[in-house]
């Protein structure tokens, strides 16, 4: 049986699943290429360096929602994504940046936001369960969710993996930032950069992977992509 993917990918359910990750940036450009995919409409010509020694990084968390950036959320300098942190950054900071998304950016009511988070160990505490099963009832994806369990390791099948951080890094590094400052800038000003085309590019590309993912049986699938 074929799937209209256009259809799919365009259908209520997908665009109300606020895709989660955090992910570390550091001064020196130093990134991961592997897995990471671009759909900006045109050639962004990225520089990378990737020798220099690096003085400071940032540990960043962010969300893809419908056709909307929520975030990003910076942690403190030097303050590692825990169960405390990840739980208040549900409890206080994420409320607050889904306030603050222009609504023609946005048509998805709060109390129908569907949650997705990785195995992450702060993510799994029983700290973060709780403060999700308050937040989002039912509503929330990944390990020992009463929805659906999330694969811990999926980076091809998860938009923030296989889309978002290697778009954002792209931009942020075309130029090494000299400033904690610098780089947060540059980070916020990369993420404002995406666009609806771009947003459903990557929804139309989460069912082609969903699909590849149920041919291989779960297993592996990057080559055929």
């Known amino acids: 049986m074929q ?70 959320h910076f942690f403190g300098e030097d303050e590692n994504v825990t169960a405390e942190t990840y739980a208040a950054l549900l409890t206080n900071s994420l409320p607050n940046l889904l306030n603050n998304v222009p609504r023609e950016q946005l048509n998805v009511p709060q109390d129908e936001i569907i949650l997705q988070q990785d195995g992450h160990p702060a993510h799994t505490s029983l700290l973060a369960r709780r403060v999700l099963n308050q937040l989002y009832p039912d509503r929330w994806i990944g390990i020992h969710s009463a929805l659906h369990e999330w694969p811990p390791r999926s980076p091809d099948l998860t938009p923030m993996d296989f889309f978002a951080w290697g778009y954002i890094r792209d931009q942020v590094y075309q130029t090494l930032p000299r400033t904690r400052e610098e780089l947060m800038d540059k980070i916020r000003a990369a993420s404002r950069n995406i666009t609806p085309v771009m947003f459903s590019n990557v929804r139309q590309s989460f069912m082609r992977r969903i699909a590849l993912c149920l041919e291989e049986n779960g297993s592996y699938f990057e080559h055929v992509l």
């Not at 365009?10 to 699943?17: C, V, Y």
């Open 3 to 72: 799937v209209d993917i256009e259809n799919v990918a365009n259908d209520n359910f997908l665009r109300k699943i606020l895709w989660t990750d955090e992910c570390t940036f550091r001064s020196d450009g130093r990134i991961n290429r592997h897995n990471e995919h671009h759909y900006a409409e045109e050639n962004p010509h990225c520089r990378k360096e990737t020798h220099i020694q690096g003085h400071f990084s940032i540990n960043v968390w962010m969300g893809i929602l419908d056709s909307a950036v929520i975030g990003p």
